[in-house]
Each structure stands twice: as structure tokens, then as C-alpha cells.
Antibody
């Protein structure tokens, strides 16, 4: 059974940094694209970043470019999101999601980790 | 950037009724569209991908149709657990771009 578990969220001051992690199990992690998607309180879904199987391609939504870095460790079956220069508008639940069944679609999701940016 | 517009924002129906949700793309996306269901406090769940293919374990009352710019999610007979929020998502320009629609809330009338 596919299992994705995020961690690393919390309360951080504007301008601060956080590193989110996602532990994957139940599938061959190294074979699939992975993504981060966020959801601000009471709002819709927003794709944040994704990364190719071997980490050779990484893409970001414009609003986080230059401030966030997605990475993965296939030996540890783990996905990461390093977030720097955090802003109030980055406050959201951050989900990691996989592209297993159908490329380009987010077929399995973690439960999410809440990031709150506030002074 | 491809924009997805979902309508209506809220759909008020009774259990057993048919629900028809719309998603319109700002340009042709062929059949590269998915639908997700999100219940309160939970992560989204993939329902439909490639416009009409049901994901694993999704009940047959959920169906998707459309191509090009206009897409529909139909719930043939609403069950109590279906009253929640639905999002569409396109992958026409993936990688890298994913775009989500703004969502439709299906509420009990």
C-alpha cells in the first residue's frame, strides 16, 4: 500500500526557513515523479514544485522560484522541500503527492503538514 | 498559463440526485484533465484522470467526459459522503505545469 507521510511543518517568522520532508513507502519511489502541492486556509489547491525520478529536472510555481528547493533521496525514499525567505502568503498545508498510476496526475497524497508564517 | 474555471462554485442538491460539475480550460488541453475529491480535513483523492478514466477503487457513479476546453464530472446518484469539494486539474503542459481549478462545493439542499 502506498504511504506518504509529511513532516517538518510549524510556525516560523517571516523571512525564516523550514525544510519539509515526505517519507514514501509501498512503491518504487525512485521510479516516479514527485510533487509538492499546498493549500492555504480555506482556499484551493496550488501546485508548488515537482521533481523527476533522478532529480535531474525540477520545476517550481513562479511564486516560490528562488526561495524553495525541491530535492529527493531515492536511497531513503524521501522527498524534501527547503523553503527560505518565507512570507505570510506561504502559510498553507503542504502535501506531497506521487505520479504513479498516470503521469502528470497526483494519484497518492500524504496527509499534509501545516506551515504557518507569522510574527 | 492555462486557467481552469469551475462552475458552479456551489451546487445544492439532495441525496439521490444527479450532480453535474463543469470545468472549462482557457485553451485546448486535449483530454489531459483530472478530477479530485477533497473532504474536510483530508487530502484530495484522485477520482478521474485523462478526462474519463476512473482511478482505482472509485465507484462507478462517478464519471468524467469532455475534451478540448470543456469537461464534466457527473455523479449519477449522490450518496451522503459525496457532499464535499471537487477540483479539476490539467496536465497538458506537464512537465512542469499543473493547474487546478478553483473548486466546486456540492452541498446538501
Amino acid at each position: 500500500e502506498v504511504h506518504l507521510v509529511e513532516s517538518g511543518g510549524g510556525l516560523v517568522q517571516p523571512g525564516g526557513s523550514l525544510r519539509l520532508s515526505c517519507a514514501a513507502s509501498g512503491f518504487t519511489f525512485s521510479s516516479y515523479w514527485m510533487s509538492w502541492v499546498r493549500q492555504a486556509p480555506g482556499k484551493g489547491l496550488e501546485w508548488v514544485a515537482n521533481i523527476k525520478q533522478d532529480g535531474s529536472e525540477k520545476y517550481y510555481v513562479d511564486s516560490v522560484k528562488g526561495r524553495c528547493t525541491i530535492s529527493r533521496d531515492n536511497a531513503k525514499n524521501s522527498l524534501y522541500l527547503q523553503m527560505n525567505s518565507l512570507r505570510a502568503e506561504d502559510t498553507a498545508i503542504y502535501y506531497c503527492a506521487s505520479n504513479i498510476v498516470a503521469a502528470g496526475y497526483l494519484d497518492y497524497w500524504g496527509q499534509g503538514t501545516l506551515v504557518t508564517v507569522s510574527s | 498559463e492555462i486557467v481552469l474555471t469551475q462552475s458552479p462554485a456551489t451546487l445544492s442538491l439532495s441525496p439521490g440526485e444527479r450532480a453535474t460539475l463543469s470545468c472549462r480550460a482557457s485553451q485546448n488541453i486535449n483530454h489531459y484533465l483530472a478530477w479530485y475529491q477533497q473532504k474536510p480535513g483530508q487530502a484530495p483523492r484522485l477520482l478521474i484522470y485523462d478526462a474519463s478514466r476512473r482511478a482505482t477503487g472509485i465507484p462507478a457513479r462517478f464519471s468524467g467526459s469532455g475534451s478540448g476546453t470543456d469537461f464534466t464530472l457527473t455523479i449519477s446518484s449522490l450518496e451522503p459522503e459525496d457532499f464535499t469539494v471537487y477540483y479539476c486539474q490539467q496536465r497538458y503542459k506537464w512537465p512542469p505545469e499543473y493547474t487546478f481549478g478553483g473548486g466546486t462545493k456540492v452541498e446538501i439542499k
